[in-house]
């Protein structure tokens, strides 16, 4: 059986994150891998795996934070709100000048709500939004919170009637950049999409430490893993004990914590409750 922990992965362009999964299950070979979020087929970079035990970290690290690098097109909007979809309306940029972009940049930082783009994974009455796209229904989403903390642009260039630039992006998990192309579009007056997108990090882990070789990969194990992607707390013997019958703990936490006995052993992770500590998922029995 396959060693639990988690899998960094370089997805390259032109699959799906379903995919990637496949091609880990067959290399690892194991049935138990999922992902930490999904990269879309024309997107590249950082795709977390679980494997074995390691699949149940996956929820929690979903909520981390994220860094990307993306270019976007001004002057035209397409379906997808990416390269991949039809162009649906044009519009000039000559007018346009970098001081324009950056001045309309300041409104996609800190919090702020966001359209998910109607082609995403979000469930609508059960069905994917993208399939239900994909059918020919019309998908109008709600907005969602999300946080951009870091939003710059560069490298900006004229390609004909059109205007790309670099984008810096480190924000919450659930925010589109293909939304804020499409947004950034928007609000100049002159549509825009995606035509490149890389991840950088998914929390802690980044292109650095990142396989390119799906058929030769590498379990970061379970413990190593929660401890660079939770805090972490050493507990006593007793208190091991307590966790191993999903006990609550005496501890007064600030965040999900994740428990390891004295030899090291990750057991499980906590969550915050008041005076006490309860359990979020455990690990061993």
Do not use: N, W
Request: glycine fraction near 10%.
């Amino acid at each position: 059986m396959a060693s639990s922990g988690l899998v960094v992965i370089d997805k390259p362009a032109g699959i799906t994150s379903h995919t990637a999964v496949a091609r880990a299950r067959r290399s690892l070979g194991t049935r138990k891998v999922g992902h930490a979020g999904t990269l879309d087929p024309m997107a590249t970079g950082v795709l977390v795996l679980g494997v074995e035990r390691g699949t149940r970290l996956l929820g929690h690290l979903m909520l981390t934070e994220k860094t990307y690098s993306a270019t976007v097109r001004l002057g035209a909007s397409t379906t997808t709100d990416d390269a991949e979809g039809d162009v649906v309306a044009t519009a000039g940029t000559a007018h346009l000048a970098e001081a324009d972009v950056r001045a309309a940049l300041e409104a996609f930082r800190g919090e702020i709500d966001q359209v998910p783009t109607a082609v995403s994974a979000i469930k609508v009455d059960g069905k994917r939004a993208y399939a239900r796209v994909r059918a020919g229904e019309d998908v109008v989403l709600e907005p969602r919170r999300v946080t951009v903390h870091e939003l710059e642009a560069d490298g900006f260039r004229r390609d004909g009637e059109h205007l790309d630039l670099d984008l810096r992006v480190r924000c919450s998990s659930g925010t589109y950049i293909r939304a804020i192309a499409r947004d950034l579009g928007a609000a100049l007056g002159v549509g825009g999409h995606l035509t490149a997108l890389r991840r950088h990090a998914v929390g802690p882990f980044g292109l650095a430490e990142a396989s390119s070789d799906l058929d030769d990969l590498t379990v970061l194990p379970i413990a190593e893993a929660a401890r660079r992607s939770f805090p972490s707390l050493d507990l006593d013997e007793e208190q091991a004990r307590d966790v191993r019958y999903g006990r609550p703990l005496e501890l007064p936490l600030e965040v999900l914590t994740a428990v390891f006995a004295p030899d090291g052993e990750f057991l499980a992770l906590y969550r915050p409750d008041g005076a006490t500590a309860r359990p979020a998922a455990v690990f061993v029995g």
